[in-house]
């Protein structure tokens, strides 16, 4: 936990961030592959690992896009247990909300440089660019089918089909020559599935000895049978 000098010094989401950030732009939609226009500029700012980026009932006055790292978007429930809602990859976008406030926190993952982009900024450009609106639309529609997907994982499928689900969503976003580095530690990742991290960890051992995936080391995984994953996922 931060102590309140803590708390207080750290950049918030409702007020621009105060270490010398860059105005950059443009920033782009990584999953409709839209770029916003040139002159939509936006700032830079880098969070520590485990740092806060906006914390649950926060104003929502940016919208965030990933430049390096990963971010993790999650709600701290009152007996302490934490469901994350999303992982955020480079290129993703997030933040945007239906309200005037966030319904989760953001927090980084590993050390993490976003792009930010005032809410009220974007809303502006969406009413004079049509462009802009349809890739917000497209954003908001997205966000809306991982809900219900995760909704559908979380609450039907079995522990070997929740860990292969998400293997195989990664080995989509992140894979490089076959192989991908996952940035999240199991812990986060049985979070993200409703498992325990000895769960977790089980049906990952169990696949690397049934030789449907190879494991370098703790993160970095290779699929070597992507079909029989997607069949154990259904």
């Known amino acids: 936990m931060f102590s309140r000098n803590e708390m207080l010094a750290r950049p918030r989401a409702d007020m621009p961030p105060s270490s010398s950030p860059a105005a950059v732009g443009p920033a782009h939609f990584g999953a409709s592959c839209f770029t916003l226009p040139p002159s939509l500029l936006g700032t830079v700012h880098s969070y520590d690992k485990g740092e806060e980026i906006y914390g649950d009932d926060e104003p929502a006055d940016y919208v965030y896009e990933v430049i390096s790292g990963a971010v993790r978007t999650c709600k701290l429930l009152d007996d302490g247990r934490r ?135 703790a993160r970095q995984i290779v699929l070597r049978n992507r079909q029989l994953l997607s069949d154990m996922a259904v």
């Open 83 to 217: 469901q994350i809602g999303a992982f955020h990859l480079p290129g993703d976008i997030f933040g945007l909300e239906t309200d005037s406030r966030h319904r989760m926190t953001a927090d980084a993952v590993v050390d993490t440089t976003v792009r930010l982009v005032r809410h009220k900024t974007l809303e502006d450009a969406a009413l004079r660019d049509v462009g802009v609106a349809n890739a917000l639309r497209a954003l908001a529609l997205r966000d809306l089918r991982h809900a219900e997907e995760h909704m559908l994982l979380l609450g039907r499928k079995t522990a070997l089909e929740r860990v292969v689900t998400f293997l195989l969503e990664m080995d989509r976003r992140l894979a490089v020559a076959g192989m991908f580095e996952l940035p999240m530690c199991r812990r986060d990742i049985g979070d993200y599935l409703g498992l325990t991290l000895e769960t977790v960890s089980r049906v990952i051992s169990h696949l690397h000895g049934k030789g449907v995936l190879g494991l370098s080391n």
